[in-house]
């Protein structure tokens, strides 16, 4: 018995990684070697949809990080650009760095404010 729920262990990660990796969940099930309803039901249960959203949020997080390493010259790039010569290019580069600039006042922010929640949360919890 526990070599197979071994074995449905893996397969479960095996999964897992085919969903992240393959455009659809007839794909992936094919790359697990499942059927798709096998794989449609295992996406059901809580356990496996808990995994599968905290693997999604890992290549996310690992993409952005990416994205904010190249910050930097990202906005060397546009500050270049504000002075190029070309009228659309310009006008491009300062679009680009007013919005960047506003969404991330927007997400500190919002940071902010989910973290005065969280405080609020453990304060009332404690009182209980």
């Given at each position: 018995m526990t070599g197979h729920g071994e074995k449905l262990s893996r397969k479960k990660s095996a999964a897992i990684v085919a969903l992240l990796t393959e455009g659809t969940i007839t794909q992936a099930?094919?790359?697990?070697?499942v059927d798709e309803s096998t794989l449609r039901r295992w996406?059901?249960?809580?356990?496996?949809?808990?995994e599968f959203r905290a693997a999604?949020?890992?290549?996310?997080?690992t993409a952005v990080a990416r994205l904010q390493q190249s910050?930097?010259?990202?906005a060397d790039t546009l500050e270049r650009n504000l002075t190029w010569g070309h009228s659309?290019?310009?006008?491009?580069?300062?679009?680009?760095i007013l919005?960047?600039?506003?969404?991330?006042?927007?997400?500190?922010?919002?940071?902010?404010?989910?973290?005065?929640?969280?405080?609020?949360?453990?304060?009332?919890?404690?009182?209980?």
């Amino acid at each position: 018995m526990t070599g197979h729920g071994e074995k449905l262990s893996r397969k479960k990660s095996a999964a897992i990684v085919a969903l992240l990796t393959e455009g659809t969940i007839t794909q992936a099930a094919g790359k697990t070697g499942v059927d798709e309803s096998t794989l449609r039901r295992w996406l059901k249960e809580v356990g496996l949809k808990r995994e599968f959203r905290a693997a999604r949020r890992d290549v996310v997080e690992t993409a952005v990080a990416r994205l904010q390493q190249s910050a930097g010259k990202a906005a060397d790039t546009l500050e270049r650009n504000l002075t190029w010569g070309h009228s659309g290019s310009e006008i491009r580069a300062a679009l680009g760095i007013l919005e960047n600039a506003v969404k991330a006042v927007e997400l500190i922010d919002l940071a902010e404010r989910l973290e005065q929640l969280e405080t609020r949360i453990t304060e009332q919890g404690e009182k209980r």
